[in-house]
């Protein structure tokens, strides 16, 4: 009898491996009520190989320890700026003071994840730093105009992403000239002043008319001051008169012109106010 099973089974075996899945069925018609009985137990047993393996996450060896809420507002906003702490990429107010430098970062200095970006009057973000460098073209820069600002919990304001702004390389240029060269002008004094004496000689006159066309060409205004010469001989009012005469006939020489009458006396302090006749 155990033969014969064993037989049926192996028949049965090769049935399922080598038929059609219609001839399995007909063939499992035939089989009597103890070979089905037989062979349904044999399919129910569990097989090892196809056992399923269940991860939860609220396994003990595979669940991650949750930290424990704090119970305070205190404590709870302690945590948060505690967490904040940890992540140093975020540049700060106090950037400038730490480094020694007088900017913020810009470009590749940025080490902040996410910025603000300002582009062409409109504010986005937040958007990742990386991302933005990505998108800037070879004439491109981008600039940090307003550090990172950490949330306040305790005046319940949130953290605020540092501000940057895409700036054009070559505009920035441009610009930053036209100021320099202004703030070079404003600084510049506007009016030059050149002493003569009334006892001065020929080659010397010559010498401070030259100096006084150049103070004009550059447009500045120049105060011509003639007087007495410590020291020096007596001068004469006709003396006076012709050395007055020579220095106008040299300022006009030099495109010079007189602005306003004449201040003082001859053969003293005399106080003659000269500018360009072209306009730099």
Known sequence: MRGQTTLRCSRRALSRAFLPAAECRDTARLLTPWMRAQSDSFHQAPTPCRARRHFSSSSPSLARPRPEKPKSLEERAAAIQAEEQLDRRYTLPDYMAKT??????????ITDPHIMVLDGGAVEG???????????????????????????????????????KIVDIQEEYKAEKERKDKKKKESKPKTKE??????????????????????????????????????????????????LKKVRHEVEARNGMETKPPQGDVGGVLRLMVESKVKP
């Open 100 to 109: 020694g430098r007088d900017r913020l970062p810009r470009d590749h200095e």
């Open 126 to 164: 937040p958007l990742a730093t990386r991302f933005v460098m990505s998108k800037l073209t070879a004439g491109e820069s981008l600039r940090m105009i307003q550090p990172y600002k950490p949330a306040n919990h305790k005046e319940g304001t949130p953290a605020v992403h540092a501000l940057c």
């Open 194 to 243: 050149v002493e003569l004496s009334w006892g001065i000689s020929e080659h010397d006159l010559v010498t401070k008319t030259r100096q006084i066309g150049v103070f004009l060409e550059k447009g500045f205004k120049v105060e011509v001051v003639l007087g007495k010469k410590k020291g020096g001989r007596k001068i004469t009012e006709t003396e006076a008169q012709d050395v």
